[in-house]
């Protein structure tokens, strides 16, 4: 007679410290944010199996520099009780990703953060083709933008179109090509297509609003607005 032991659930918040690993399995990665948090714990429980469930997800070349929730599912533990505190270290000495708050949880917890939409806050340094002369400009695209999926994301997100909305947006001038902006925006906002303006995927956007191409170099959540 077969046993089925109920899965441990443990929630708490994550930050990515390292470009270039995506949060969940991708065949083409060998090391992702879930692996990094479930290594100890797997370890810990002597469970059969693990699945990350996070508020959201940043992008594989992205840092996540504020706590992510998430809720991590252990399936068929033998051991349900151990020190929380020493897998936060564990975790932390991996200087990829950091976990904080950690607390045992339930299923319920799984659905409550699979439903948040917190706005959040990058940090995008932009680098434009040509010289930037009204960079306030940019800031009529606060306000309603349509977004059309873009084909990076097109294996796991519906081809359609969406309106998201710009919250707030500032600069800081790095050189007269290049541009440190932070933007504030709802859940679901694409930012990379918002600087880029995706072919006419996206509208408005940074390039088209000053009518000079732009490109990301680099992107980071800095605030979750939870």
């Keep these: 007679m077969d046993l089925n032991v109920n899965s441990l659930f443990i929630s708490g918040n994550y930050k990515k410290l390292v470009r270039g690993i995506p949060q969940t399995k991708w065949d083409r990665y060998d090391e992702t944010v879930e692996d990094i948090i479930a290594g100890p714990v797997m370890l810990a429980t002597k469970g059969e199996a693990h699945s990350l469930h996070a508020s959201g997800r940043e992008d594989i070349?992205?840092?996540?520099?504020?706590?992510?929730?998430?809720?991590?599912?252990?399936?068929?533990?033998?051991?349900?009780?151990?020190?929380?505190?020493?897998?936060?270290?564990?975790?932390?000495?991996?200087?990829?990703?950091?976990?904080?708050?950690?607390?045992?949880s339930s299923r319920k917890e799984v659905r409550r953060v699979k439903s948040m939409r917190p706005d959040k806050t990058y940090r995008v340094v932009v680098r434009f083709s040509k010289p930037v002369k009204k960079i306030e400009k940019i800031?009529?695209?606060?306000?309603?933008?349509?977004?059309?999926?873009?084909?990076?994301?097109a294996h796991r997100r519906a081809d359609?179109?969406?309106?998201?909305?710009?919250?707030?947006?500032?600069?800081?001038?790095?050189?007269?090509?290049?541009?440190?902006?932070?933007?504030?925006?709802?859940?679901?906002?694409y930012i990379k297509e918002l600087v880029t303006g995706d072919d006419g995927g996206t509208r408005p956007s940074v390039s088209g609003k000053l009518a000079n191409p732009a490109v990301v170099e680099s992107l980071d959540v800095i605030r979750i607005w939870k």
């Design 139 to 153: 800031a009529e695209i606060i306000g309603d933008v349509s977004q059309h999926t873009p084909l990076r994301v």
């Design 160 to 189: 359609r179109t969406r309106r998201r909305k710009v919250k707030d947006i500032v600069w800081n001038k790095i050189n007269n090509k290049k541009f440190e902006l932070q933007i504030k925006g709802e859940a679901g906002l």
């Design 61 to 104: 070349d992205a840092l996540c520099l504020d706590g992510r929730p998430f809720v991590l599912e252990i399936g068929n533990p033998v051991k349900r009780s151990i020190d929380l505190k020493k897998i936060e270290t564990l975790i932390r000495k991996t200087k990829k990703v950091e976990v904080s708050d950690l607390e045992f």
